[in-house]
């Protein structure tokens, strides 16, 4: 499905390498905290219709005025000056400061204080990021990365062309993906010193989308849970982003996940797929997109499923919507 191209991205307040003690281990080169078994469950977990109004805006032009309960934003654009990405072998990568820095701060201060979810490309690599020499198969000048090689270098995570300029799926097999989930794990523990209260991981859905690896069902839907249990291991709030178009994805996930964010599920007839969410009492923030649907249509659709549901322009960012029956 969708997500949007490449902006200026880059996000709050200065933060010192490791200033939390929770951080010390996921932070500071001791890898990926082992996700909790059950228990503890205090990561924000909306119901059906409980946000009554939210926003999700991942490129400019930005608007921080609405009067939302919920917003969604680029992790990049709201780090601040300082941020850093920490690896386990004891790397660092800066991370400029983006034009939201402060953001999530700001919005924190307000009252009452609205939800801050960070937006993260977890299953595409991204050239244009700061962290993107750190994936295997890196090459400073993408023009070494086709479109569609024979196929990808070995040893390379990269796949083919997400569709996206500058991005190229990732390899997200069982058996290959621990050569790079260290970068992933990296900007989650970056959300959550940011002061992030959760992860929408995006492009985790390459079956039908030509990756360039032989995925399979059991690759793709065992890195939604392991995505799902690695947010939760630092109490992250984390969504579902597509894959639901997959039979049966969304019964077999759900219970992984503590709400879902689909997009053109009007446009494509997918919207049914996702009521498993609702069935567990799990909200879904469902969004089409301005010329593909029908706005009143698609807003009535959303209301039959009991979906909270906006229309945005493609790409999501402040400059129109429609939240359908929000208040």
Known sequence: MTKPSPSSRRAVRPLAACAFTVLLLAGCGGGAPEPEAGGGEDWWTPAPGEV???????????DLSVDAQM?????????????????????????????????VGELHAREPRPVVI?????GAYEHYRPDARMYPGYEEDLEDVPDRPAAPAEGSALGWSS???????????????????????ARFDLARELGCDGVEPDQNNPLGNDPGFPVTVEDQNSWYVELAEQAHARGLSVGMKNGHDRPGASAELAEHFDWALPEECVEFGECEALKPFIDQGKAVFAVDYRGGVDEEEACREYARLGFDGMVKDLHPNGAYRNPCSQG
Do not use: K, M, N
């Open 118 to 122: 960070c937006y993260i490309d977890t």
């Open 52 to 62: 009554a109004s939210w926003e999700w805006q991942l490129e400019e032009p930005y």
């Open 163 to 185: 569709g996206w300029e500058q991005e190229r799926w990732l390899d997200i097999r069982v058996s290959e993906r621990d050569a790079w989930t260290d970068v992933v794990w």
């Open 71 to 103: 917003y969604d934003l680029d992790l990049f654009e709201v780090a601040p000056a300082g941020a850093e990405l920490h690896y386990p072998g004891g790397e660092v990568v800066e991370v400029p400061a983006g034009p939201l820095a402060g953001a």
